[in-house]
């Protein structure tokens, strides 16, 4: 069992930074993936961001490359996501989640660990 707890998440401008973080307890192995997911308002849950926990690779969708970075800090069992450049269409309800085996994967369905969330609103 794992248990995620996110943290970060604000009311920032458009343009502006933030970093959010998703502690995790329990079992943490280096087969894990980890990832961000968001959701907006009547849109479906989707994924933004993911990082394999050994190896570190990572994966982005097109539109937060160049953005977003996700790093992982393994003495901590954290996983951060740092935003720069935000912009309206960012806000969004953000998510961990965890992955227990296999590559990165951008399906919802996949995941089998689920934080509650953190709120991220981009003013324009």
């Known amino acids: 069992q794992v248990q995620l707890v996110e943290s970060g998440g604000g009311l920032v401008q458009a343009g502006g930074s933030l970093r959010l973080s998703c502690a995790a307890s329990?079992?943490?192995?280096?087969?894990?993936?980890m990832a961000w997911f968001r959701q907006a308002p009547e849109n479906e849950r989707e994924f933004v961001a993911g990082i394999k926990w050994g190896s570190g690779n990572t994966y982005y969708i097109d539109s937060v490359k160049g953005r977003f970075t996700i790093s992982r800090d393994n003495a901590k069992n954290t996983v951060y996501l740092q935003m720069n450049s935000l912009k309206a269409e960012d806000t969004a309800k953000y998510y961990c989640?965890?992955?227990?085996?296999?590559?990165?994967?951008?399906?919802?369905?996949?995941?089998?660990?689920w934080g509650q969330g953190t709120q991220v609103t981009v003013s324009s």
């Open positions: 989640a965890v992955k227990s085996l296999g590559p990165i994967a951008t399906t919802r369905a996949e995941y089998d660990y």
């Open positions: 329990g079992r943490t192995f280096s087969t894990y993936v």
